[in-house]
């Protein structure tokens, strides 16, 4: 079955510094793309970062990169230089190929991120 | 170009109650997914429409429905409100095969069943 994994319920960063959030992923398709969204209190989901399973090179945005070790399933989410407003739930998702025609997302449970000053 | 829309932003319901919660999609998207975001946990997929109809679903019991309309917005219907639909709903607009920065998540509606 398809599943995301995150393992780490919640963790501290000092302001400026950086931090890995970690997430694992199953899948028997060849053909899928990961995702990470931030998800403050107000609930809104901010996409942060993709990474395609055929992409050669690690995505990065900004301040955001994703270490994306495919024989390990594993896509963690780097934040470099961190800030408080990034204290937020992270989710690590993961979208599968149905053909094309589903874009059904499937979610971690997520990692809460207090960023200390 | 405009976001997604949810309303309402939160409202309370009755156990047995029947909801209608709505989206409006991202100009340019046509396709509409749910998920339903329990506290403490990640969104779980409910179902997407694409033109009009129901093309995907996810562990969700019948009494979860849901419309797309000619302007690719959308509604979820949930009848017989139980205890434990109470959640934060998300729906997602995107075109059909949607990667990257492709799906625009609204704030969601917050669902309260007592």
């Known amino acids: 079955a398809q599943k995301i994994t995150q393992t780490q319920p919640g963790m501290f960063v000092q302001e400026k510094e950086a931090v890995t959030l970690d997430c694992t992923y199953d899948?028997?398709?060849?053909?899928?793309?990961l995702f990470w969204y931030k998800q403050p209190s107000s609930g809104e989901m901010i996409f942060l970062i993709y990474?395609?399973?055929?992409?050669?090179q690690n995505a990065t945005e900004g301040r955001y990169s994703l270490n994306f070790q495919k024989a390990r399933k594993s896509a963690n989410l780097v934040i470099s230089a961190s800030q408080l407003g990034d204290s937020a739930m992270y989710f690590c998702a993961m979208r599968e190929s149905y053909g094309g025609a589903t874009n059904k997302l499937i979610f971690g449970t997520g990692t809460l991120l207090a960023v200390q000053p | 170009e405009t976001g997604v829309t949810q309303s309402p932003t939160h409202l309370i319901k009755t156990r047995g109650q029947q909801v209608t919660l709505r989206c409006s999609s991202q100009?340019?998207?046509?396709?509409v997914s749910w998920y339903q975001q329990a506290l403490g946990q990640g969104p779980q997929f409910i179902f997407q429409y694409y033109r009009e109809e129901e093309n995907g679903r996810g562990n969700f019991p019948p009494r979860f429905s849901g419309l797309q309309f000619p302007n690719y917005s959308s509604e979820l219907n949930v009848n017989a409100l139980e205890l434990d639909d109470s959640a934060l709903y998300l729906c997602?607009?995107?075109?059909?095969?949607?990667?990257?920065?492709?799906?625009?998540f609204g704030s969601g509606t917050r669902l309260t069943v007592v």
């Open positions: 997602a607009s995107s075109y059909p095969t949607a990667g990257g920065n492709g799906y625009t």
């Open positions: 100009s340019g998207h046509n396709t």
């Open positions: 990474q395609g399973s055929y992409d050669q």
């Open positions: 899948t028997s398709d060849p053909s899928y793309g």
